[in-house]
């Protein structure tokens, strides 16, 4: 068991990095999206397979640190919240929008909760689903953005 690489700990710092990354997103977050639960489910599978591959194949600790880096980054991503926050509009882990980008966001009741559609012209970019009522929603949109790109459908 030799010295890690400088591959090794640039993972090691990557890793560090997105999971800190995830936690101060999460802890922003003022209303989050409902979970797409597919989704997370293949990222949770993915990471379990990974780390059971990496644990019996891993022969140094390069190798099961770089594994590793593959199972930490599936968690987040698994783990990651799509919601609003007070600056931004938070659709995936490399997706981040602020209000001022959108043209207009709309907000149209479905079944128990309300999905939300922002466009940058006549294109949607964004599409989420919340738990909350579009009036709600509305009135903490209105004071993130103009009033008036901010519409209930």
Same mark, same amino acid.
């Given at each position: 068991m030799g010295p890690l690489s400088g591959m090794s700990w640039l993972l090691i710092l990557l890793a560090v990095v997105a999971a800190g990354a995830m936690t101060v997103v999460r802890r922003q977050l003022r209303f989050a999206a409902r979970v797409k639960r597919a989704w997370q489910g293949l990222y949770l599978g993915g990471a379990l397979l990974m780390g059971l591959f990496t644990g019996l194949t891993s022969q140094r600790p390069d $190798?099961?640190?770089? !594994? @590793?880096?593959?199972?930490?980054?599936? =968690? #987040? *991503?698994?783990?990651? +919240?799509? !919601? %609003?926050? $007070?600056?931004e509009v938070i659709n995936g882990f490399g997706s981040m929008r602020p209000y001022t980008q959108f043209t207009q966001i709309q907000l149209q009741a479905v079944g128990s909760g309300t999905a939300l559609n922002g %466009?940058? @012209?006549? /294109? #949607? #970019? /964004?599409?989420? &689903? *919340?738990?909350?009522?579009?009036?709600? =929603?509305? &009135? *903490?949109?209105? +004071? &993130?953005?103009?009033? &008036? +790109?901010v519409v209930i459908l």
């Open positions: $190798d099961a640190i770089s !594994g @590793g880096f593959i199972v930490v980054m599936l =968690l #987040v *991503f698994a783990s990651w +919240r799509r !919601g %609003l926050t $007070d600056a %466009l940058v @012209g006549t /294109v #949607v #970019v /964004v599409r989420l &689903q *919340f738990t909350q009522s579009p009036a709600q =929603l509305a &009135q *903490f949109l209105k +004071r &993130q953005m103009p009033p &008036q +790109r």
